[in-house]
């Protein structure tokens, strides 16, 4: 879903990676676990966080870049960024640069600069799971095994329903 991001394939990639992600929750169904550590329940699935269109934007100052071809500083040799030279497309090497910032972004630049995993709310778990619930027991996420609300795109202003206390995801 990252690289297909504003075309008219995003469809149906979100359908199939959900399709997909039914698939994973049907056959191995102890694999869709969250991972506790830490003292903290995070969520680390790929489909699931594929849901939430939030990403990384960095700020940085190159400090010292070389050109893939001739190895020179890009701003003193003659060759193109993008262009293909005997074979070879020509990059801008970056060897250092400091980082300024780093922000959160709808849309990153880099289509896989996306969040790989998301802290879950305690008091979340033990409302769906109720008195069964103990920290750093196994939990279990259906997600795939019901009807995707869509994506959330928190940057764009688009509200995102919530999901109610019946629509639970999560199972010990």
């Not at 049907?26 to 849901?51: G, I, M, S, W």
């Not at 802290?119 to 069964?132: I, K, N, T, Y």
Request: aromatic share 8%; charged share 30%.
């Amino acid at each position: 879903m990252n690289w297909l991001e504003d075309t008219p394939d995003f469809e149906t990639a979100h359908q199939r990676l959900d399709g997909a992600g039914g698939l994973q929750r049907r056959h191995f169904p102890k694999n869709c676990r969250l991972t506790f550590k830490d003292d903290a329940y995070f969520q680390e699935c790929p489909v699931a966080l594929a849901h939430n269109r939030v990403g990384l934007s960095v700020g940085a100052v190159i400090r010292e870049s070389e050109c893939s071809i001739c190895h020179r500083d890009p701003d003193d040799c003659p060759h193109i960024s993008g262009r293909v030279y005997d074979g070879d497309v020509c990059v801008r090497i970056i060897k250092r640069f400091d980082v300024d910032e780093v922000s959160f972004v709808g849309r990153p630049n880099m289509p896989d600069a996306r969040i790989q995993s998301m802290w879950v709310e305690m008091a979340e778990l033990r409302e769906a799971l109720g008195d069964s619930f103990r920290d750093g027991m196994d939990v279990f996420c259906d997600r795939c095994l019901k009807p995707c609300h869509g994506v959330k795109r928190p940057f764009e202003g688009v509200r995102h329903t919530p999901r109610s206390p019946g629509r639970s995801f999560w199972r010990a």
